[in-house]
C-alpha cells in the first residue's frame, strides 16, 4: 500500500482489506484517516509493520492483522493508541514480543496460534489491558514479573503451550486477574504459592497436565474462586489443607 493512499477519505470509518495480497505497508499508508475506527489487514501476507504507522488514527478501536506472516512486533507499533480496545494478531508466525509494545493502550490482546516461546518483562507504564490470549503458542518460560505493570488485567489464557513451571514471581502483580487458563501444558511443579496475590481469581483451568500434587500452599489465597479444573493430571497426593481457603469453590472438576 502507498504512501498516503487514503489521503482524501479522511471520514473513512472502517477500512476492510482483507484476505488479499498485500505484502507491505508504508508508515505513511494510512494518514489522514482521522476517523477511522475498524482497520482490518487480516489473511494477507504481511511480514513486518512500520514502526508508528497507527501513531495518527487516533479513533482507531479495532485493529485486525491476523492470518498474515509476522514474525515480531516493535516496541512502537502501538504506543500512541490510546483508543485500540482490540488487537487480533491470531495466526501468525510470531516469536517474540516486548510487553510493553502495548504500552499505554487498554484493549483486548489475542497472540493465539503464533510460535512465541518465552515472556519477558519490560518497562511498562500503567498498562489497561483487560484480556491476553497466548493460547496455541510454544512457551516453555515465563521471566519472573512478566506481567507486574498489567494491574487491570482480568482474563490470561495460557492454555496450549509448553509450561513445566509456575511459581508466584512468575505470575506477580495480578491482583485484579478473574480468569487464568492453563490447560494443556507440561506443568509438573507449582511452587511457592504461585495464585496467592489473586486475590479476584473465579476460574483456574489446570486440565491436563502433569501435576503430581497439590501441596498445602498450591492453591492458598483463592478465596474467591468458584470453578476449579485439577482433571487429567498425575496426582497422587493431595494434602488436607490445601483446599482451606476454597470458601466460594462451586465446581470442581477433578
Known sequence: ????????????????????????????????????????????HL??????MFSNIYGLKSLYLGNNDLVSLGLQNFAA?????????????ITEISMDT????????LLLYNSLSDI???????????????????????????????RL?????????????????MLVGLHQLKSLELQNNKLERLTFAPFKEMNELQSLNLQNN??????EDTLAGLERLKYLNISTNRIQDISEKSMQDLRSLMKLDA
Request: aromatic share 8%; hydrophobic share 35%.
Open 153 to 169: 488485567l482480568e482474563t490470561l489464557k495460557l492454555g496450549n503451550n509448553s509450561l513445566r513451571m509456575l511459581n508466584m514471581t
Open 81 to 93: 493508541s490510546s483508543n485500540l480496545r482490540t488487537l487480533h494478531f491470531e495466526n501468525n508466525a
Open 210 to 215: 502433569a501435576i503430581p500434587k497439590l501441596d
Open 1 to 44: 500500500i502507498p504512501s498516503r493512499c487514503f489521503a482524501h477519505t479522511s471520514k473513512l470509518k472502517i477500512l476492510d482489506l482483507s484476505r488479499n495480497r498485500i505484502r507491505s505497508l508504508q508508515r505513511d499508508s494510512f494518514n489522514n484517516l482521522y476517523s477511522l475506527e475498524i482497520l482490518k489487514l487480516d489473511h494477507n
Open 102 to 109: 502495548f504500552a499505554s493502550s487498554s484493549f483486548i490482546s
Open 120 to 150: 519477558q518483562p519490560h518497562s511498562i507504564q500503567d498498562s489497561g489491558v483487560t484480556l491476553i490470549d497466548f493460547t496455541n503458542n510454544s512457551i516453555s518460560h515465563i521471566d519472573d514479573a512478566a506481567f507486574f505493570e498489567y
Open 47 to 52: 511480514g513486518s509493520i512500520p514502526d508508528t
